[in-house]
C-alpha cells in the first residue's frame, strides 16, 4: 500500500510537471486534462479521481509553484539579523528564484491575476498564512526591533517585492 501511494504521487507530480510545461500564455495558463494526461501518462480518470477538475490541477501547481519561491525565499531572509541585510536577500533571492525557474515564476505571477485566485481564495489564504509564516516572524521581530515600519501584513509583499515582481 506505502508503495502504490509513493507511485500515486509521483505520478501525480508528474502531473503538475506536465501542466507546467502546457500552462503558456498562449493557453491562458490552464492546460486541459486531456492535455495533461497525454504529456504526463496518468489516465484522464486518475487525474480526475485525484484533482478533481481542471481548475484544480491549476490550483495545485500555483500552490506547489507559490511553495517553491517562498521556501527558496524563506530560506535566504531568516538567516539575517539585520533588516536591510534581510530585505536585501529577499529581492536577491526573489531575483535568484525567477532566474532559475522562469516557468515557475511566470506561472506564479500570471495565475496570480487570473479568476483562479477568486476561485479558491479561502483555501489560498489559509495555504498563504501557513507558507508565509517564517517570513512573518522575521518581519514581525524587525518591527519589534524598530528596524522595519510597521504595516498591514499584506503591503509587505508589495513594499518588498512589488516593485521587482512588476520589473
Known amino acids: 500500500r506505502v508503495k502504490r501511494q509513493a507511485r500515486g504521487e509521483r505520478a501525480m507530480e508528474r502531473a503538475l510537471d506536465a501542466a507546467l510545461e502546457l ?4 493557453r491562458g495558463f490552464r492546460p486541459t486534462i486531456q492535455e495533461v494526461s497525454a504529456r504526463a501518462k496518468p489516465s484522464v480518470g486518475s487525474l480526475y479521481h485525484h484533482f478533481g477538475s481542471q481548475q484544480r490541477i491549476t490550483f495545485a501547481l500555483y500552490q506547489r509553484c507559490l511553495d517553491q519561491m517562498l521556501t527558496f525565499i524563506t530560506a535566504k531572509v531568516v538567516r539575517e539579523r539585520d533588516a536591510e541585510r534581510g530585505v536585501k ?3 536577491r533571492a526573489y531575483l535568484a528564484f525567477v532566474a532559475r525557474h522562469p516557468a515557475e515564476a511566470r506561472f506564479v505571477f500570471a495565475a496570480a491575476h487570473t479568476e483562479l485566485v477568486d476561485a479558491f481564495r479561502a483555501e489560498l489564504v489559509e495555504h498563504a498564512a501557513r507558507a508565509t509564516g517564517p517570513l512573518a516572524a522575521w518581519v514581525e521581530r524587525q518591527v519589534a526591533a524598530g528596524a522595519v515600519v510597521k504595516l498591514p501584513p499584506a503591503l509587505y509583499e508589495v513594499v518588498l517585492i512589488g516593485a521587482v515582481a512588476e520589473a
Open 23 to 26: 500552462a503558456t500564455p498562449q
Open 89 to 91: 536577500a529577499m529581492v
